[in-house]
């Protein structure tokens, strides 16, 4: 087993024990910890993928900007932000759904083939070529969406609306 | 050069999609749905990632400017969901999606 093999399975078993344990503490807070570990993990597995701006931003936006958002939407919707949630047990049929959709998708792995393959590098510069001049039409449409939701969240958040 | 097996990154990200919905199907509050849908929207930009980079050379920049585009469309569903959350609270007095059950915030 490679080195890299190794360096895979561990960040693949940090990340599904972290996004399992975000959902499962009963503490926002430690939600909001658990998940900022998921966020950094996952760039570490692009970093793995050789895809370094992707790790970069997968840090920038996620691991940083989303996790400061999520901790100030609890800051702002609580007196005490380390109050307890009220437990929610584990229902047998979400619990089931679940599963049944990891099987359904396990079992068409086997249709991509389970043997080694090399991973591409690519030089970051070709990528904004790529993003901006191949896929510029998407960057323009990620312009607008992004200002359409923000100017519907500030019309959603103003003071005096009824 | 590095070689590593596609399988265990599917069978990644098969686990992340299930984590998602089983948080999607029973966590009541507000913030902890945004999160469950976080990771399986994760689970989806690292596919597109990983097929990236074990694709041929004209193919596998697209998976990397795709997965590029998505991490802004999840930042934004952020932005406007915690606004949702901001309103929820303001009206209900809590963030219980349970009393979420009118249409109009």
């Known amino acids: 087993m490679s080195l890299e093999e190794i360096a895979f399975l561990f960040l693949a078993l940090i990340a599904l024990v972290t996004a399992a344990a975000a959902l499962l503490v009963r503490e926002l807070v430690h939600t909001i910890l658990w998940i900022a570990i998921f966020f950094v993990d996952l760039s570490a597995i692009y970093f793995l993928l050789d895809a370094p701006f992707l790790g970069v931003l997968q840090l920038g936006v996620y691991a940083g900007a989303v996790t400061v958002l999520l901790l100030f939407g609890i800051m702002v919707t609580r007196k005490r932000i380390f109050a307890r949630e009220a437990a929610t047990g584990i229902g047998a049929t979400p619990m089931a759904l679940a599963l049944v959709t990891f099987i359904f998708l396990v079992s068409a792995v086997s249709e991509f083939g389970t043997s080694e393959q090399p991973i591409r590098y690519y030089d970051p510069s070709y990528l904004s070529t790529n993003l901006f001049q191949t896929n510029g039409p998407w960057l323009l449409l990620l312009g607008l969406i992004m200002l359409a939701s923000v100017s519907g969240a500030i019309y959603l958040v103003r003071e005096g609306r009824e | ?105």
């Not at chain 2, 265990?8 to 469950?36: C, D, E, H, K, Q």
């Not at chain 2, 569903?77 to 009118?102: D, H, P, T």
Request: proline share 0%.
């Open chain 2, 1 to 105: 050069m590095t070689t590593l097996v596609l399988a265990g990154f599917l069978v990644l990200s098969a686990g992340l999609l299930g984590i998602s919905l089983f948080g999607i199907l029973t966590r009541r509050n507000f913030i902890l749905l945004l999160i469950s849908i976080e990771i399986g929207m994760n689970a989806a930009i690292l596919n597109f990632v990983y097929f990236g980079a074990f694709a041929g050379a004209s193919t596998g920049l697209t998976g990397q400017a795709i997965a590029v585009v998505l991490i802004g469309f999840a930042a934004t569903e952020i932005a406007v969901g915690l606004a949702i959350v901001l309103a929820l609270n303001r009206l209900k007095g809590s963030i219980n999606v349970a009393q979420a059950n009118e249409l109009k915030l």
